[in-house]
């Protein structure tokens, strides 16, 4: 399994501002990813975290918007921008380890903008 | 287009009962088939998973059948508890590519 802890856990912020949020996971893991979650629906991946590269980004979301670092096998950061409260939802970090199987979530951060 | 489809969106059961969530999916690639469990304010935990060579997992009182012709999968969870109630999501993968379906909110009344 993977332990995974995100920073902050919540957060309420005004238009406009940015927001960045920590991914740690106690171990290598072989792939990152970042989630979006709108209370009550379901996981919507942003963008796979790349070790070393740029993220790779779904469809609908654009790196200036969300810029994720990955500098090592453990940590990565993805940061809301120029948000507005179309953004508040639950973002989620979450690791797979050794082979492409098992998925492990972090708590997730709770943004609120106003 | 989903490509994991889950129902129903939301369950009731009596405590005791059995709660049976299923999903189905089209893409023949996936070999990997987890399902997930979410309380309120926490990120989705891995619950059970099943691989496409075998027919039924059982952990405890969560059974997990896989029909691998119908393309389908269903979490069973017997003898329901309060304590079982929460969002589950089914999921479907293959080589780091994940897919989930939209949740099950499932309530356990005593």
């Known amino acids: 399994s993977a332990v995974i802890s995100q920073k902050p856990s919540r957060d309420i912020c005004q238009r406009g501002t940015s927001l960045t949020i920590q991914c740690q996971v106690d171990?290598?893991?072989?792939?990152m990813f970042w989630y979006r979650q709108q209370p009550g629906q379901s996981l919507t991946l942003i963008a796979t975290?790349?070790?070393?590269?740029?993220?790779?980004?779904e469809s609908g979301f654009v790196i200036d918007k969300f810029p994720i670092s990955r500098p090592n096998l453990t940590f990565s950061t993805l940061t809301v921008s120029n948000m507005s409260p179309e953004d508040s939802s639950i973002y989620l970090c979450?690791?797979?380890?050794?082979?492409?199987?098992?998925?492990?979530f972090g708590p997730g951060t709770r943004l609120l903008v106003l | 287009q989903q490509q994991v489809k889950q129902s129903p969106q939301s369950l009731i059961v009596q405590k005791g009962g059995i709660s049976i969530i299923n999903c189905a999916y089209e893409?023949?690639?996936?070999?990997?088939f987890p399902w997930y469990q979410q309380f309120p304010g926490k990120g989705p935990a891995l619950l059970i998973a099943i691989r496409p060579d075998v027919s039924e997992k059982k952990e405890g009182r969560f059974t997990i059948s896989f029909n691998k012709s119908a393309k389908q999968f269903s979490l069973h969870i017997m003898d329901s508890q309060p304590g079982d109630s929460a969002t589950y999501f089914c999921?479907?993968?293959?080589?780091?590519?994940?897919?989930f379906g939209t949740g099950t909110s499932l309530t356990v009344i005593p």
């Open positions: 999921a479907a993968s293959s080589v780091g590519q994940f897919y």
């Open positions: 171990s290598q893991v072989t792939m």
């Open positions: 975290a790349n070790q070393g590269s740029e993220a790779t980004y």
């Open positions: 979450s690791v797979v380890k050794g082979g492409f199987e098992t998925q492990y």
């Open positions: 893409n023949t690639a996936f070999d990997y």
